[in-house]
């Protein structure tokens, strides 16, 4: 029941931080700093990803009329006016091709050097500065993006050019924990002049091809060996962040129509250097 309980922590944790650009892998690392699953190192460096399954079907559902690319209602650029074209909705394709560019920079990388940038960088004092790096960025950018206009104002103005430059920057959230996926490539988004809910909306998108694929990958290298307790916890803690996710996705959707993204900023920073005075002093 305690592992359970802990599980649940877990997905909430991960519902929370996946989607608000404060790092999911970040604050999973700290919170296993705190809260220790009792299982083995291979299963948790396993579940601290594919926990994100669960996330992942919340942006489907919220977002399944924007994202599948088939049926003859609501679509605005049928591939034909009859057969089966009729049912095909280019302009969503185009938005998936858009997406894989972006994936692109971030899933070479992942697939050659996963295990060597977790060795490397999935530690407490490489996360806090990413957390705080990455903070001071968001605040200078909206800073400099506050009174400009937007060159890109909806996810079909997002060009192949637009769409690999953000894959770039979603490239240094695959490399180095702390940074948040979702944070990066907001970040890239504002600097080349996507607007805020734009950006936004196109990372949640993102996040669907990066988390699933990640997650393969961790089963892949795991195996499907898990005890019973192990299948419970897996399953617990994607259930709760499936939950949680809903919300969250809701809440920073609405949010951000009237708010900028300087109180992350500002909240990564102070949590940085929460985290290296703690690890300074031997807490962590």
């Known amino acids: 029941m305690l592992e359970i309980l802990k599980a649940i922590l877990f997905g909430i944790v991960e519902g929370i931080t996946e989607w608000l650009p404060i790092s999911s892998t970040g604050h999973m690392i700290l919170l296993d700093e705190i809260v220790k699953l009792d299982v083995s190192e291979e299963f948790y460096s396993m579940f601290q990803v594919v926990i994100q399954l669960g996330a992942i079907l919340a942006v489907v559902l919220i977002f399944w009329n924007k994202i599948w690319p088939f049926g003859k209602k609501d679509n605005k650029a049928p591939l034909s006016q009859s057969g089966i074209g009729a049912w095909i909705k280019t302009d969503i394709f185009v938005l998936w091709f858009h997406i894989l560019v972006s994936c692109v920079p971030a899933a070479i990388v992942g697939v050659l050097w996963d295990d060597l940038f977790e060795e490397l960088f999935y530690n407490p004092t490489c996360v806090a ?8 960025a968001f605040i200078v950018v909206e800073t400099m993006h506050t009174g400009k206009n937007s060159k890109i104002n909806s996810v079909a103005d997002i060009t192949y050019t637009t769409a690999f430059l953000i894959g770039m920057f979603q490239l240094i959230a695959a490399i180095f924990p702390g940074t948040s996926r ?3 490539t907001i970040v890239g988004a504002l600097i080349i002049g996507v607007a805020r809910t734009v950006a936004a909306e196109y990372t949640f998108y993102l996040a669907i091809p990066v988390m699933l694929g990640a997650s393969l990958l961790k089963i892949a290298k795991f ?8 299948a419970v916890i897996l399953l617990v803690g994607m259930v709760v962040a499936f939950v949680v996710s809903m919300f969250v996705i809701k809440f920073l959707m609405d949010y951000i ?5 300087k109180v992350f900023g500002w909240y990564r920073i102070v949590l940085g250097i929460i985290v290296l005075i703690c690890g300074f002093v031997g807490l962590i």
């Open 129 to 136: 500065l990413a957390l705080i790096v990455f903070g001071v």
């Open 182 to 184: 979702s944070g990066a």
């Open 223 to 230: 195996g499907l060996s898990f005890t019973a307790m192990e």
């Open 257 to 261: 129509k009237k708010h900028d993204f």
